[in-house]
């Protein structure tokens, strides 16, 4: 899926970030919770203490599914709802599995570090996290305009 660079993009605000994460949790994650609870059973979903390799199986679904979409569809379907892309910095292309798959690990860790990593989003200009700025990509957002370029052509 090639981004329509004719278009008008903005750096969506971390807010919204923060609805299409919510989003993305709640249409990527919980099926798989539930379908961890239907093949493993519901007392391992009530434990206070989950099973590391349940936990371990689903974070790696959690990730293929969401590299897989960053990389051919450029979005989640959370970002999909609020028009956001994941781009690479500079050029706004399409990225790949590799890099998305950097950009979740990263990620993972920025949560794991009690979120310290996507509060810089709110004073950066173009509003990165951590995992962005060290894999090299950028969250726009389609404001729905064509730049002058195209409208005089």
């Known amino acids: 899926m090639a981004i329509d660079k004719s278009r008008r993009f903005v750096y969506p605000n971390p807010l919204l970030r923060l609805s299409a994460f919510l989003l993305d949790s709640f249409i990527i994650v919980t099926p798989i919770a539930m379908l961890w609870g239907l093949l493993f059973g519901y007392h391992e979903m009530k434990t206070s203490t989950p099973s590391p390799y349940l936990l371990s199986i689903e ?7 969401s590299s897989y979409l960053i990389s051919t569809k450029a979005q989640t379907p959370g970002k999909k709802a609020f028009g956001m892309y994941v781009v690479s910095i500079g050029d706004f292309e399409q990225i790949s599995f590799a890099r998305a798959s950097l950009r979740f690990f990263i990620w993972m860790v920025c949560w794991a570090s009690l979120g310290i990593g996507f509060f810089i989003a709110f004073f950066s200009k173009s509003r990165q996290t951590l995992a962005d700025r060290l894999s090299g990509t950028v969250v726009v957002r389609d404001i729905g305009e064509k730049t002058e370029k195209t ?3």
Do not use: E, G
């Open 59 to 65: 974070i790696i679904a959690v990730w293929l599914i």
């Open 151 to 153: 409208r005089d052509a």
